[in-house]
């Protein structure tokens, strides 16, 4: 079985240019959660999606934005990118209830 | 709102010898607590967790972590480290109602040397 897939791996975006990352979860895992991964740092909460319903919310503006399809496979989108937003991003897949969350490789975002 | 304390950034530590990672939390709800690692370049993969039970709870790879709920913490041990098992080490709670919403500390990079 495939684990949690994440595309791209990597990508360089300049300042005020829009992002979008993509995670296929685990077959038969209903939620996708999003974390942000600045260096030096550990991950920081910023989506839950389950059913194709937003579950939960981290501290992250607005211009942070996700969606989740009827695959459940996720979206995450970052408008007006500021070089903060630099960091990997993981994606982690969940059986609903369950307590252990499954992580991908995560997409590696450089805003320049 | 809950959060975790890593105590250590980094822990230097000789092949064979033991490790300890210190990890405290601090929640006014009920938490489930776990230890991820991540190795270079790769995605975050669960070590153990203490859900319930016995406080004690165990890897198959020799790690080990005890809960303490009077001190608040879930420190991390193995008794004899390999060189494989240089990573970073996060601690992370979530709370029992609040399944796949995870708060992770800031990690403790363990560099591990002949």
């Known amino acids: 079985d495939a684990g949690v897939t994440q595309s791209p791996t990597h990508l360089i975006k300049t300042r005020g240019q829009h992002v979008t990352l993509r995670c296929s979860p685990i077959s038969g895992h209903k939620s996708v959660s999003w974390y942000q991964q600045v260096l030096g740092q550990g991950p920081q909460f910023i989506f839950q999606y389950y059913e194709k319903e937003e579950r939960g919310r981290g501290n992250f503006p607005d211009r942070f934005s996700a969606r989740q399809f009827p695959n459940y496979s996720s979206e995450l989108n970052v408008n007006a990118l500021l070089l903060g937003d630099s960091a990997l991003y993981l994606c982690?897949?969940?059986?609903?209830?369950?307590?252990?969350?499954?992580f991908g490789q995560g997409t590696r975002l450089t805003v320049v | 709102a809950q959060s975790v304390t890593q105590l250590d950034s980094q822990v230097p530590v000789f092949e064979e010898a033991p490790v300890e990672l210190r990890c405290n939390y601090s929640?006014?709800?009920?938490?489930?607590l776990f230890w991820y690692v991540q190795y270079p370049n790769q995605g975050l993969q669960l070590l153990l967790k203490?859900?319930?039970?016995?406080?004690l709870v165990k890897s198959i790879n020799g790690f080990e972590a005890e809960f303490n709920k009077s001190q608040t913490s879930f420190h991390l041990r193995k008794p004899s480290v390999h060189i494989s098992d240089t990573a970073e080490y996060f601690c992370a709670v979530s709370e029992t109602d609040s399944w796949g919403k995870l708060q992770f500390g800031a990690g403790t990079q363990v560099v591990v040397t002949p």
């Open positions: 203490y859900l319930s039970g016995s406080t």
């Open positions: 982690a897949s969940t059986v609903q209830g369950s307590t252990e969350a499954f």
């Open positions: 929640s006014s709800v009920s938490v489930y």
